[in-house]
Structures are given as structure tokens and as C-alpha cells.
């Protein structure tokens, strides 16, 4: 099992910024992609960026050249820094690790912070 919890949202105006922990309960870097998705009101859940076990970071391209994805392997912590903010980045943000083997898929969700970007 892995537990996964985020913190660093709130309320900022357009064009501000702020940074998003996920702290896993153990030392999975290694084994497991990270990622951060998001889901706004009356829409699907979606991936706004990921990172590989090999440090490889990709993004959706709504946020390229805004966000920053990186990790603390020493502090089992993945960051998002977000920059630039609009208020379509106005929704909840899920940490989530996952690990892919033969036949079984490891998948575990933190339990949300919530981002507001409103004047």
C-alpha cells in the first residue's frame, strides 16, 4: 500500500503561482511514475503532467511552459510549481502514483487539494 497526500493549494489571482506537494508514504520513486492530474467541476478527470521512474518529466499541453513537475527522492515528495496561472487551472489536484507489471496495475490516488484562480 501506498499513501499519498498532497498539500499547497488555495485561492490565487491570475497570473499568480503555487506550489503543490505529495509526500508517499514510502520510498517508491523508483518502481512507481508520479503524476498530477486534475478534475474541475462537471468535467473528467485529467493528467497535467507525469514524471518517470527515470525522471523524464511530459505535460498536457495546456500547461507547457507553466508547470514544473519534479521530485525529492530523499523526501519521497513530487512537486507541481505552477506559474502563470489562469482560472481554467481552477480544480482539484490529485497526486497519483502508479506501477504497470504483467498481469497487474498499481494504481493509488492522494486525496485531493482544491486550486482556485480568481480575481
Known amino acids: 500500500q501506498v499513501q499519498l497526500v498532497e498539500s499547497g493549494g488555495g485561492l490565487v489571482q491570475p497570473g499568480g503561482s503555487l506550489r503543490l506537494s505529495c509526500v508517499a508514504s514510502?520510498?517508491?520513486?523508483?518502481?512507481?511514475?508520479m503524476g498530477w492530474y486534475r478534475q474541475a467541476p462537471g468535467k473528467q478527470r485529467e493528467l497535467v503532467a507525469a514524471i518517470t521512474t527515470a525522471n523524464s518529466p511530459n505535460y498536457v499541453d495546456s500547461v507547457k511552459g507553466r508547470f514544473t513537475i519534479s521530485r525529492d527522492n530523499a523526501k519521497n515528495t513530487i512537486y507541481l510549481q505552477m506559474n502563470s496561472l489562469k482560472p481554467d487551472d481552477t480544480a482539484v489536484y490529485y497526486c497519483n502514483a502508479k506501477k504497470v507489471m504483467p498481469g497487474i496495475t498499481y494504481n493509488y490516488w492522494g486525496q485531493g487539494t482544491q486550486v482556485t484562480v480568481s480575481s
Open positions: 514510502r520510498s517508491i520513486f523508483a518502481s512507481y511514475a
